[in-house]
């Protein structure tokens, strides 16, 4: 009798009484269950499917979606290692021209080190592409400022006498664009 009463609530719910949050979609699921289980059963599958679950909204492409695919091709990012950083003279990615990629990743030998992969990247009118790999030092990459021919980009690194384990001295890298010269300011 209470599968009945269950089942008849459930098919007179409007098809637009649909989860609002995790428990009201739990709370669904339950009752399609109640009402047509196992969940092996058909039924139970067209229950959650038209009472329990929304349509998503339709995925736009984000205006940097290429960016994964380049970053992991051209810095060696592996699965499981985090994504690189990307920074631009743009946020836009229709006005940006230039950008420096940095993947920091654990060693891959072992040990307790940390590796960089650093390259210079310049839009083309085929798209990105990465134009050179760079030598830059330190931890953790911060305010870039891009200029005509140069990029400068500031990380802390090691300074005289100081365990590599605790690294204070700022440092300022001047990157040419045009070469790929790097430079260290202390």
Known sequence: MIRALVL?????????AQAQDEMELQRCIWS????????????YHQ????RCVTEPEPVQAAPWAFLDTLLART???RPGEGGATF???H???????VGLGIHDFANRSGGNSFDRNTGLYRRTASGWTHVMPLQI??????DPVF????????????????????PTQITTWTIDTNTGQVTRRP
């Open 137 to 142: 030092f330190g931890i953790q990459p911060r």
């Open 75 to 77: 810095l060696d990012v």
């Open 147 to 166: 200029a005509p021919g140069r990029i400068e980009i500031t990380t802390t690194t090691l300074g005289p006498n100081e365990p590599r384990c605790c």
């Open 87 to 89: 920074f631009t003279d």
């Open 8 to 16: 008849l609530a459930i098919l007179t719910l409007p098809q637009s």
């Open 32 to 43: 399609c269950l109640s009402a047509f289980g196992p969940n092996t059963n058909p039924a």
């Open 91 to 97: 946020n836009d990615p229709n006005v940006a021209t």
């Open 47 to 50: 229950c959650v499917a038209e």
